[in-house]
T-cell receptor, first 123, second 112 residues
């Protein structure tokens, strides 16, 4: 069965960086993009971007340009999201989600999600 | 930029009732590029409907969707206790200058 398992919760200080991992299993890793979506407490879901797990290309939301990096390790079927220059407003649960993209267009919704990783930014 | 507005903000109903959720899109979009999710506290979202009306794998047939253009509707025909959650709509397939995907703000379904 398809599973996305994320790394555990972290507490970070403002200005620091955090890396969240997302390990996929149950399907061919390189056939689907992995998207990153975050949700601040009580807020709506916010799309951050995606990594093309086949060639490593990424698409990043304008809101996070310059602060987020998406990578993947195909040998480990794992994707990574690094968010830098953390501030208190980045306190949220971060999800990876499987999607399907063609030529840079999301053509299907996100059918499987990781369990979420809570990142708390506090001094 | 495409904005999704969901209504109502909160829906208070009882098990056995019919629930109707609305998602209004700020621009006329291809109706097939709209999805619905369910999210329970402490859990990740769960895909319910793809393409506005196609149920995802394992979703019971009491969930249905309709709509095109700027308005989409999710209907739960007869509420079960496990249906009380927050529901989000999502537009995907966006092209520049719009973002590739956008979520609505959610509708909370609570037990009356």
């Amino acid at each position: 069965q398809v599973q996305l398992v994320q790394s555990g919760a972290e507490v970070k200080k403002p200005g620091a960086s955090v890396i969240v991992s997302c390990k996929a299993s149950g399907y061919t890793f390189s056939r689907y993009a992995l998207h990153w979506v975050r949700q601040a407490p009580g807020q709506r879901l916010e799309w951050m971007g995606w990594v093309n797990t086949d060639d490593g290309n990424t698409k990043i939301s304008e809101r996070f340009q310059g602060r987020v990096t998406f990578t993947r390790d195909t040998s480990a079927s794992t994707a990574y999201m690094e968010l830098s220059k953390l501030r208190s407003e980045d306190t949220a649960t971060y999800y990876c989600a499987r999607g399907y993209t063609i030529f840079g267009l999301i053509t299907r919704p996100f059918d499987f999600w990781g369990q979420g990783t809570l990142i708390t930014v506090s001094s | 930029e495409i904005v999704l507005t969901q209504s109502p903000g909160t829906l208070s109903l009882s098990p056995g009732d019919r629930a109707t959720f609305s998602c209004r899109v700020s621009q006329n979009i291809r109706g097939s590029y709209l999805a619905w999710y369910q999210q329970k506290p402490g859990q990740a979202p769960r895909l319910l409907l793809d393409g506005a009306s196609t149920r995802a794998t394992g979703i019971p047939d009491r969930f249905s969707g309709s709509g095109s253009g700027t308005d989409s509707t999710l209907t739960i025909s007869r509420l079960e206790p496990e249906d009380f959650a927050v529901y989000y709509c999502q537009h995907y397939g966006g092209t520049p200058p719009s973002p590739p995907t956008t979520f609505g703000q959610g509708t909370r379904l609570e037990i009356k």
